[in-house]
């Protein structure tokens, strides 16, 4: 097994606490990535090659394609294993979605296993009594869970797209015996159960699990999910059903309603996977695959290709212009954002016009090349509101060259961060993706309208973008990040980096990232830039307007896989923790 343990704790420098521009922001070491870029190599692997951000869940995924399992095979078994070793985004409780290319039929199919909303579910759900909303009633109660998805996308992803030679069984099994067995607390899984402490501790179930005599678990203390191993027993031998129908499926609406919510095992019982049409667009000679809504991902970055695609980026992936150009094509993508984007079930999101090269062309046009163009000026008058990011992002190719780019979330980290008494099943408070009041701002930040109210069976907007780029017929990069709003620009920096600058897979993640989702009129740059660039540049950069907030976490993880003549080459985000890329 080929592998490189990404995150180096030597360049691990703990960050101070405090108010922060994105209070749920992922607490992690700021890993010093100006002191990594050039310093970590791509994974180079013949056969496959897994990337996730926990390095156990990596290594059952290449296990399985070392027994000949496909892409989807061990992305399915990565899947299970995430919601036992990173608890904080992995999840049997919450939802994600996978983007697949299956090489031999040339064929893209999105899966969606997004949580939806309970059927008492309405508009008014989230506000207070005095009609504002009240973001807690999404973040901090039952009234924010969504009916969980994962465990049907997994298991449709195996019964549609497997190899066939796995049973849901077998690629189940490795996550029941970590759950039984226990994994030791350390790197991230020790700095998150710490530092979200708060969301884990005021649930006694949860308490159970998570802390022992009162405190949260530390390095050399284990982490045993007796219930959760029974939850994934009942699921390996029954199927889906085990989780949906029945006693499981009981607990955790009881669950969803004690805590103030009004999920039904009627609810839960109805959860399907659909399967989708990808996004699609083309940059620079390259294909893009990528998830339609619910999620704004997919179409969003084809929308901020298409616009960029007019442009060169000569002066290289940091100069002044270029940041100066994806910005101005940011704030135009993301305005279209707040004003088009919902569940696609109940309304009609106009994604042709939105991915159309004619429309970016438009877009571009209004581009002032030597001054930002205000917010205010592009669309104004709908809600600022940050979304939150807990989520993990993996991605999968095989030998075959099939692919997987998996991006699974319960929002904010460990979602509610309560599990369902008996089942071991931590619940996502994903509602909060809801626009909670349209046209009234929200404390936590990105825009959205009318399109992504709240209602029954409807299911919140999403910035997840798994994306598979293809060249000539076959895949060439696999990508996605977590990151909530920043999503969707961390995507579009490593795909520029690849195709603008020529850049290896690992120096294209380790890129600094930068981001703007138009309201607030802000660029959120990470702190890597101030010392990667002479600061004559960030006053160069400054001249076009810009007002910089120098963001105080790493933005995203994005693990990545490229296909390149010298063979299929992977890398780890290394601003986490404990991640891993690793072939075979
Ligand atoms: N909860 C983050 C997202 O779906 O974009």
Do not use: C
């Not at 996502?428 to 930040?445: C, H, K, R, S, T």
């Amino acid at each position: 097994m080929a592998r490189s343990v990404s995150a180096l704790g030597a360049f691990a420098l703990l960050i101070a606490l405090g108010t922060s521009a994105f209070p749920q922001a992922v607490p992690d070491p700021e890993t010093d990535i100006v002191r990594l870029a050039g310093a970590i190599k791509p994974v180079v692997a013949k056969n496959g090659m897994v990337t996730t951000q926990d390095a156990i869940a990596t290594r059952i995924g290449v296990t399985i394609l070392e027994k000949g399992g496909n892409a989807v095979d061990a992305a399915v078994a990565v899947g299970f294993a995430l919601a036992v070793t990173h608890p904080r985004a992995g999840n049997l409780g919450g939802g994600g979605f996978f983007v697949i290319w299956l090489a031999e039929k040339q064929q893209a199919v999105a899966l969606d296993f997004r949580e939806i909303a309970p059927a008492a579910i309405n508009a008014k759900s989230f506000l207070d009594e005095n009609g504002k909303p009240d973001i807690s009633k999404a973040t901090r109660t039952g009234l924010g869970v969504g009916v969980p998805g994962s465990v049907s996308g997994l298991a449709t992803a195996l019964e549609k797209f497997g190899s066939g030679k796995f049973t849901l069984e077998d690629l189940i099994a490795p996550a029941i015996k970590l759950a039984r067995d226990g994994i030791p607390v350390e790197s991230d899984l020790e700095r998150s159960i710490n530092f979200f402490q708060k969301t884990l501790l005021r649930w006694p179930s949860t308490a159970k699990i998570f802390a022992k005599d009162g405190a949260p678990l530390k390095q050399g203390d284990l982490l045993v999910q007796r219930d959760l191993a029974n939850t994934l027993e009942a699921i390996a031998k029954n199927g889906p059903d085990a989780f949906y129908k029945g006693e499981i499926a009981d607990k955790i609406s009881l669950a969803v309603r004690e805590a103030g919510g009004v999920m039904t095992s009627d609810d839960i019982a109805k959860y399907k996977t659909e399967i989708l049409d990808v996004v699609r667009g083309n940059y620079r000679g390259y294909d893009i695959l990528s998830m339609p809504p619910p999620s704004s991902g997919g179409a969003l970055l084809v929308q901020l290709l298409n616009i960029l695609e007019g442009f060169d980026f000569k002066g290289g992936p940091n100069a002044p212009h270029t940041l100066h150009l994806m910005v101005e094509a940011m704030k135009r993508a993301y305005a279209d954002r707040a004003e088009f984007f919902g569940d696609p079930a109940f309304i009609n999101v106009p994604l042709t016009r939105l991915t159309s090269k004619e429309y970016a062309a438009q877009l571009r046009a209004g581009i002032n090349l030597a001054q930002t163009t205000p917010s205010s000026q592009i669309k104004a008058g709908l809600t600022p509101k940050k979304e939150g990011d807990n989520t993990t992002h993996f991605s999968v190719v095989d030998k075959d060259g099939n692919a997987v780019a998996a991006t699974v979330t319960l929002n904010l980290n460990f979602g509610l961060g309560l599990v369902a008494e008996g089942t071991g099943v931590l619940l996502n408070n994903e509602l909060d993706d809801f626009a909670l009041a349209p046209g009234v701002p929200n404390a936590f930040g990105l825009v959205g309208g009318e399109a992504n109210a709240p209602g029954p069976g409807k299911k919140p907007l999403s910035s997840m973008t798994p994306t598979i780029l293809l060249k000539d017929g076959k895949v060439s990069l696999v990508t996605g990040s977590p990151g909530g709003s920043t999503i969707i620009t961390t995507v579009l920096r490593v795909v520029s980096g690849v195709i603008d600058h020529k850049l290896n897979i690992a120096d294209a993640v380790l890129l600094p990232r930068i981001h703007h989702q138009w309201m607030p009129d802000e660029v959120r740059a990470e702190r890597a830039f101030e010392r990667m660039m002479p600061p004559e540049q960030w006053i160069a950069f400054e001249t076009y307007g810009h007002k910089v907030d120098f963001f105080r976490f790493n933005i995203g993880a994005a693990n990545s896989i490229l296909v390149t003549p010298e063979g299929i080459t992977g890398v780890s985000d290394p601003r986490y923790l404990g991640t891993l890329a690793a072939g075979h």
